[in-house]
């Protein structure tokens, strides 16, 4: 499974905009891109997922270029609520059997 | 809504000790796992599995075994506990297959101290 690679770290106040960006270079042809949060003492949660150009839901959007090397989650308008790790594991295609690679995280702290 | 349970919140065990970590989910799926999260290293994946009696070494399998008799049901087992294995333990399914709808859901956690 491909690696990616995140900012360890972001700072935002509540009511803006927040883009956090995953580089994942090798990513192979059946890799889908998810995106998950994880609260203090909680397990990861699935947010979205997409595999090329743009998805949106109730909670974020996740924009795809077309190179697939990157991928960028948007939360608009965060709260203190948003505050959380958020993770961009690939799901590989085929034989990986649903496995995920979750790497560091990106520590999203919003702001009064 | 899909519940994984995971059978302690809390554990403490000694040195030596063997441990089991239990997690039962209650969706039918196919495939289970078994992660460790350790301060500045995110998730890692301990062992999974995809069907009953079948599992799969992840990337750190090294001191751990697992058992799946039934479906709903994945065990770890810390054969003879260490120090090094204090962490948080988390335990996930998802339906079988790969891709697009079939997102891993997780548990809350055991954080297991060895002493």
């Known amino acids: 499974l491909a690696k990616t690679t995140q900012p360890i770290s972001m700072d935002s106040y509540e009511g803006q905009e927040v883009n956090i960006t995953c580089s994942h270079n090798?990513?192979?042809?059946?890799?889908?891109i998810t995106w998950y949060q994880q609260f203090p003492s909680q397990g990861p949660r699935f947010i979205i997922q997409?595999?090329?150009t743009k998805v949106t839901n109730e909670v974020a959007s996740l924009f795809i270029p077309a190179d697939r090397k990157s991928s960028t989650l948007s939360l608009p308008r965060v709260s203190l609520s948003d505050t959380a790790v958020y993770y961009c594991?690939?799901?590989?295609?085929?034989?990986?059997?649903?496995?995920?690679?979750f790497g560091r995280g990106t520590q999203l702290t919003v702001w009064p | 809504d899909v519940k994984v349970t995971q059978s302690s919140r809390y554990l403490v065990k000694r040195t030596g000790e063997k441990v089991f970590l239990e997690c039962v989910q209650d969706?039918?799926?196919?495939?289970m796992f078994w992660y460790r999260q350790d301060p500045g290293l995110g998730l890692r994946l301990i062992y999974f599995s995809y069907d009953v009696k079948m599992k799969e070494k992840g990337d750190i399998p090294e001191g751990y075994s697992v058992s799946r008799e039934k479906k709903e049901r994945f065990s770890l087992i810390l054969e003879s506990a260490s120090t090094n294995q204090t962490s948080m333990y988390l335990c996930?399914?998802?339906?079988?297959?790969?891709?697009?709808?079939?997102?891993?859901?997780f548990g809350d956690g055991t954080r297991l101290s060895i002493l």
């Open positions: 997409g595999y090329k």
């Open positions: 090798n990513i192979a042809t059946n890799d889908y």
């Open positions: 594991p690939l799901a590989g295609g085929g034989s990986t059997l649903g496995r995920l690679y």
């Open positions: 969706m039918d799926h196919e495939n």
């Open positions: 996930a399914s998802s339906p079988s297959g790969t891709g697009i709808g079939q997102p891993q859901h």
